[in-house]
C-alpha cells in the first residue's frame, strides 16, 4: 500500500532528478484531519529564488491513488490486462441473467507512480521556463 510518505518521497525524488529546486511543507488539516503536502518549486539556486519564477504544488492524502487514465492506463495491451484482471460471475436477482464483472486484482501504484511524477516535474519545468521567458521578455511570444 502507498503511503502518504511514499508519495512525497516520490515527487521529491523526481524533482532532483531534474534539478528543480523544492522547498517541502507537510501538515494536517484539522477540520478535515487530512494530511496534506505543499511544495514550492524553482529552477536555479536558492539564492537567485527571488528573481526567478516559482511555482506550488499540493495534495492532500486521503483517498486511493489511481492511475490518471483510470484502471485501463494501467495496461496497455488487452492479454496483459486479462491476466492482471480477475473476472468473477454472478447472476443478477432481479432477472436470473449472467452478469460478468471485471475486477482490478491490485492497482500497485509504486510501479507507475514514480513515472506519472516526472512527467509532472518535466511540466514544471515548462511552466517555470515559459514564466521566465515572459518575465525576461515582457511577452508571451
Known amino acids: 500500500m502507498l503511503t502518504y510518505e511514499d508519495m512525497t518521497g516520490y515527487f521529491l525524488k523526481a524533482a532532483s532528478g531534474f534539478e528543480i529546486a523544492t522547498h517541502p511543507e507537510y501538515w494536517v488539516n484539522a477540520r478535515s484531519l487530512e494530511r496534506e503536502f505543499a ?13 526567478q519564477s516559482s511555482c506550488t504544488l499540493s495534495f492532500t492524502w486521503s483517498t486511493p491513488i489511481w492511475h490518471p487514465q483510470g ?3 494501467l495496461h496497455d495491451e488487452l ?41 509532472v516535474c518535466q511540466d514544471i519545468m515548462k ?15
Do not use: F, K
Request: aromatic share 4%.
Open 71 to 73: 484502471m485501463r492506463g
Open 79 to 119: 492479454h496483459y490486462r486479462t491476466g492482471r484482471l480477475a473476472q468473477r460471475r454472478y447472476r443478477a436477482i432481479e432477472d436470473d441473467e449472467v452478469i460478468d464483472e471485471i475486477v482490478a486484482d491490485n492497482p500497485r501504484p509504486e510501479d507507475w507512480l514514480p513515472t506519472v511524477l516526472e512527467d
Open 39 to 51: 511544495c514550492t518549486c524553482h529552477m536555479g539556486s536558492c539564492e537567485e529564488a527571488e528573481t
Open 127 to 141: 511552466v517555470l521556463e515559459a514564466l521566465d521567458s515572459v518575465h525576461t521578455t515582457g511577452s508571451l511570444n
